[in-house]
């Protein structure tokens, strides 16, 4: 439960005030009401929207931000953050880099990140993740991703693109395990995708969407000539003519749409 800041020792609060970072600061002030916890000036806050995190170069290339010469301001990013080459140990909350930056992105984008559970963890950490909505996943990961790591922090959701990269075997049966999630688009375009897309378990997860979901599933073109994209392209178009399911749209490949509606 929490406890209310104002209650503590007045001691004690002006002790934990000089320990918070910049950002903390601002973060309980607001809690606050924007009133002051003890005699210090008001940390000063401006936005911007777009913010990116370079960490395949030597050193990281953080977006440089402008606190106009005060030390205590924060910036706080309201729409698009990326990060690129990025790794846990990169996201690690204390991380001095984001000590005067707030991020409360709608959109994420990551890009050749050493993705995890621990990651997906410490990005939460770092972003209000009642805000984001959109996370766009693109390129490099050892381990096949695990859907359910993005999905299990972020619980506002909406929209998910994930392109270049190896999915697990269990990648649908593991969303469904998490029971409920706000997802109404979910684009797929991943390396491995034909060995991994279990058809019967694929119209279970269709069933399992509301109305408004669309699925979309890309196929790379050097893989048009594979039997196993033929035959999931007639095993979709033939079995969404069944009355059970909701509205879903089901791309496949550059050329491919079906639209099918519940009756």
Not at 3 to 9: G, V
Not at 69 to 95: P, Q, Y
Not at 159 to 184: A, Y
Request: proline letters at 5%; glycine letters at 2%; charged letters at 25%.
């Amino acid at each position: 439960m929490p406890y209310p800041i104002t209650k503590l020792a007045y001691g004690l609060r002006c002790r934990l005030i000089e320990l918070a970072t910049p950002k903390e600061r601002y973060q309980l002030q607001i809690a606050n009401g924007n009133v002051l916890l003890c005699p210090q000036k008001l940390i000063p806050a401006s936005k911007i929207s777009i913010f990116t995190s370079r960490f395949d170069l030597t050193p990281p290339d953080i977006t440089k931000v402008d606190t106009y010469g005060e030390e205590n301001r924060i910036v706080i990013c309201e729409h698009t953050v990326t990060f690129v080459g990025a790794t846990t140990w990169d996201l690690t909350f204390d991380n001095k880099l984001y000590h005067n930056v707030l991020l409360r992105p709608q959109l994420i984008v990551l890009q050749n990140c050493l993705i995890s559970e621990q990651f997906m963890i410490k990005l939460a950490a770092l972003t209000a993740t009642l805000n984001v909505e959109t996370i766009r996943v693109d390129g490099f990961n050892i381990q096949p991703l695990d859907l359910a790591d993005i999905l299990k922090v972020f619980p506002n959701l909406k929209e998910l693109d994930v392109r270049n990269v190896m999915l697990p075997k269990t990648w649908l049966t593991d969303i469904m395990r998490l029971k409920k999630n706000n997802l109404r688009l979910m684009a797929i375009e991943c390396i491995n995708i034909l060995n991994v897309l279990n058809k019967n378990e694929l119209l279970t997860f269709l069933k399992w969407q509301p109305k408004t979901f669309q699925l979309n599933l890309e196929v790379s073109s050097v893989h048009k000539q594979d039997r196993r994209y033929t035959e999931l392209v007639e095993f979709v178009n033939d079995k969404l003519k069944e009355k059970a399911y909701a509205q879903v749209n089901v791309s496949i490949g550059t050329n491919y749409s079906l639209t099918k509606k519940k009756l």
